[in-house]
């Protein structure tokens, strides 16, 4: 499949893209924040930071829940959207992962829902780490939710097609050895338009990931399966959630 190395910065900004990703509800974000605020046991107020935070509703919810919170993304309209909720602990600016954010700031820092993996080469991958590493403290804590890129092409569904709100988007999915591939054909029977999208997503596995968290100090303590956070096993998990601390 053709894809322009910059795909995220059209179908991000797309109201197309919300659509068909509204199942991601704030409930569903909720359930997840809760999980691991049981877990990681941060302290109250503890300085956060979502990286991608699309329109922010992981980050509200962090923020609601007593937290200091900055979320940071790509997208122009998905902050514009965002910024209605910010208040006196929740702030959200448009930046690009792969520049120099704060530096030593926060406490934490999240990147929720395969958010990462989008840009065209590994330095871009490895700039983005970079970026968390620096934001947090010594110390601090940064958990990356990503997709078990393997088990995903194991389990690939070739085609697919939804309608929602009288837009039908019609997928085709395909895997090589170093992405995987969504093609979306909209049409939109509403106002008669046609348009269409390709998701990329690097193929990162856990080795991977380690050799990147540990250029920038990052060290992986936990790494989990699912969003019920039960172990990581490489062919039955869904998902890659990895815990790391920074350490110098």
């Not at 991601?24 to 107020?45: N, W």
């Not at 702030?91 to 954010?101: K, Q, S, V």
């Not at 050799?211 to 062919?235: C, N, W």
């Amino acid at each position: 499949m053709q894809v322009h190395a910059n795909w995220f910065l059209d179908w991000f900004n797309s109201p197309y893209y919300h659509l068909l990703y509204a199942y991601r509800d704030d409930e569903e974000a909720a359930d997840f924040v809760d999980k691991l605020i049981v877990h990681l046991l941060p302290s109250p107020g503890a300085t956060m930071l979502d990286v991608a935070c699309g329109r922010g509703r992981h980050a509200k919810i962090l923020a609601e829940r007593g937290f200091d919170v900055t979320g940071i993304d790509i997208a122009p309209e998905s902050i514009n959207y965002a910024k209605q909720f910010e208040n006196e602990h929740l702030h959200f600016y448009e930046h690009d992962m792969r520049l120099p954010f704060w530096i030593n700031y926060y406490d934490f820092a999240f990147n929720f829902f395969t958010s990462f993996g989008y840009f065209r080469t590994e330095r871009e991958h490895y700039d983005a780490i970079r970026t968390i590493a620096n934001a947090i403290k010594k110390e601090g804590v940064f958990v990356l939710d990503f997709m078990n890129t393997d088990f995903a092409a194991e389990h690939l569904v070739p085609e697919s097609t939804i309608e929602i709100d009288g837009v039908l988007f019609k997928m085709k999915r395909l895997a090589d050895d170093r992405h995987l591939y969504k093609q979306i054909i909209i049409e939109d029977k509403n106002i008669n338009h046609h348009c269409e999208f390709t998701e990329r997503i690097a193929r990162i596995s856990l080795n991977s990931f380690t050799k990147m968290f540990s250029a920038y100090h990052l060290q992986i303590l936990e790494v989990f399966g699912d969003y019920d956070l039960r172990p990581f096993a490489e062919t039955t998990s869904a998902r890659l959630i990895m815990v790391a601390k920074k350490t110098f």
